[in-house]
């Protein structure tokens, strides 16, 4: 009698843990929120982002970031005066994160911050425009 209690709470679990909207594209992510669905799909990876050349309206932006190399990185957003403004955590092989944040209008460089990974390619240009 256990066994036969035990296999559909298991198979219960197995579906609660099984996303929906999942596809065949490696290191995809289903937003779960209104903000990450409209966040901008990045991707970094040894010793690239990709998409370099990021254009979008503010003042809240959201940022896909997903590591698709085999090195930690990391997607740093930095303003004119030189601040960071925006930062994921160092991610992992695969791992994945959000981040949203307001932006004024204006450039802004996009980069990895670990030590050397900029100046080997990893950085571009963010454009927001107004809302």
Same mark, same amino acid.
Request: with cysteine; net charge negative.
């Given at each position: 009698?256990?066994?036969?209690?035990?296999?559909?709470?298991?198979?219960?679990?197995?579906?609660?843990?099984?996303s929906?909207?999942a596809?065949?594209?490696?290191?995809?992510?289903?937003?779960?929120?209104?903000?990450?669905?409209?966040?901008?799909?990045v991707s970094?990876a040894?010793?690239?982002?990709?998409?370099?050349?990021?254009?979008?309206?503010?003042?809240?932006?959201?940022?896909?970031?997903?590591?698709?190399?085999?090195?930690?990185?990391?997607?740093?957003?930095?303003d004119? =005066?030189?601040?960071?403004?925006?930062?994921?955590?160092? #991610?992992?092989?695969g791992? &994945?994160?959000?981040? !949203? $944040?307001? %932006? =004024?209008?204006?450039?802004?460089?996009?980069?990895?911050? #670990?030590?050397?990974?900029e &100046?080997?390619?990893? !950085? $571009?240009? %963010?454009?927001?425009?107004?809302?």
């Amino acid at each position: 009698m256990r066994t036969r209690f035990l296999i559909p709470v298991l198979l219960l679990g197995l579906a609660a843990c099984s996303s929906p909207a999942a596809t065949d594209t490696p290191g995809s992510v289903t937003p779960s929120s209104d903000a990450a669905s409209d966040a901008i799909p990045v991707s970094v990876a040894d010793f690239m982002i990709t998409a370099a050349e990021l254009e979008t309206s503010g003042p809240t932006v959201s940022f896909d970031v997903t590591n698709d190399g085999p090195t930690p990185h990391n997607f740093s957003v930095r303003d004119a =005066a030189g601040e960071v403004v925006m930062a994921t955590a160092d #991610l992992s092989v695969g791992d &994945s994160e959000t981040i !949203s $944040g307001e %932006l =004024a209008p204006g450039q802004y460089t996009i980069f990895c911050s #670990l030590p050397g990974h900029e &100046s080997l390619g990893m !950085s $571009g240009t %963010l454009t927001v425009t107004g809302s």
